[in-house]
């Protein structure tokens, strides 16, 4: 069974929010799950004396839990107090589409997307495998007014991504697919 969203990051994001939520608060820990990512909200934002930036580079940590934050440790469900983003971001490095993580002054959202490796797509390629990964089967009609290319690139990148064996070609020629 191949993993669409990686359990590691999966868990490292609910744990994240567990021992980082602010519990005083009339809101719960939110997981959406979409059909192209899961979408994890703490509420809370960052703890006083914690940038954004030091948060998102794991730089710094600030434990709000630490009674459940060594819980956590002891069953194994964490590692290292406070490398949860840089985890997630390692777990992800060899991916198309990379994690977002929003911060703001009453909430943490961490969007996990599916994890597909692209990395012998080229900038232009990934821009419309990017489209094709929402859209499904497109024709190239329904294809090119939504990438920035013209019809004859986008049609000689749509052959290049079937020659790397990335997308799939159906009818005579004339629908677009992921594999």
């Known amino acids: 069974m191949v993993e669409k969203i ?10 994240n929010a567990l021992i980082h939520r602010v519990w005083d608060v009339d809101s719960q820990i939110r997981v959406s799950m979409f059909d192209d990512r899961i979408e994890v909200v703490s509420p809370g934002g960052l ?7 030091e948060y998102l580079s794991g730089k ?6 630490r009674n459940l934050a060594n819980v956590f440790y002891r069953l194994g ?4 107090f406070g490398t949860g983003i ?3 971001k390692q777990i992800y490095s060899e991916a198309s589409v990379k994690p977002s993580f929003e911060v703001s ?3 943490i959202q961490i969007v996990l997307p599916i994890y597909e ?9 990934k821009a419309v495998y990017k489209f094709l990964r929402k859209n499904m089967l497109k024709s190239m009609s329904e294809i090119a007014p939504y990438i920035s290319f013209g019809k004859s690139k986008t049609k000689k990148l749509l052959k290049d991504m079937e020659q790397k064996g990335v997308i799939t070609i159906e009818g005579k020629g004339t629908k677009y697919r992921i594999k």
């Open 6 to 15: 990686p359990e590691a990051a999966f868990r490292e994001a609910i744990a």
């Open 47 to 53: 703890p006083s004396g914690i940038t954004e930036d």
């Open 60 to 65: 710094l940590s600030v434990l709000r839990n």
């Open 77 to 80: 469900f964490v590692e290292i």
């Open 86 to 88: 840089t985890r997630i």
């Open 105 to 107: 002054e009453n909430a």
């Open 117 to 125: 490796e692209n990395a012998n797509l080229t900038e232009d390629e």
